[in-house]
């Protein structure tokens, strides 16, 4: 899933538009609007903690679309920091977390 269209799914969820999200979260429209246009923007990291706090979710829920109210303290932890490891390390992290789990 795109980040767009986790936006999107979270749009839709909320029953927000796109002009709404730009309001709550403290943007112009038309850099909401950008985002889903033939222009191919995508919010950097200071837009997506703007987003989520417009939503009141961690990055965690956006990053993964778990819904954290269903998750106690250490799964919300264990999300957040996968969160923060960069993306080609990720494996590693899942290779000990399988050989663990064994």
């Known amino acids: 899933m795109t980040v767009q ?16 999200l730009a309001k709550e979260a403290g943007f112009y429209p038309a850099t909401v609007y950008d985002w ?9 990291r200071n837009s997506i903690e703007s987003i989520c706090l417009a939503f009141g979710i961690t ?7 778990v819904d954290e109210g ?5 799964q919300t932890a264990l999300l ?7 993306k080609d390390k990720r494996k590693i992290v899942f290779e000990l977390l399988k ?3 064994d």
Do not use: H, M, V
Request: hydrophobic share 30%; glycine share 6%.
């Open 5 to 20: 269209q986790r936006i999107e799914e979270l749009l839709k969820q909320r029953g927000w538009s796109k002009y709404k």
């Open 36 to 44: 889903f246009n033939d222009k191919g923007y995508t919010p950097d």
């Open 59 to 65: 990055q965690a829920e956006f990053y993964s679309g």
């Open 70 to 74: 269903n998750l106690d303290t250490e």
């Open 80 to 86: 957040e920091l996968f969160a923060k490891i960069p």
């Open 99 to 101: 050989t663990l789990a």
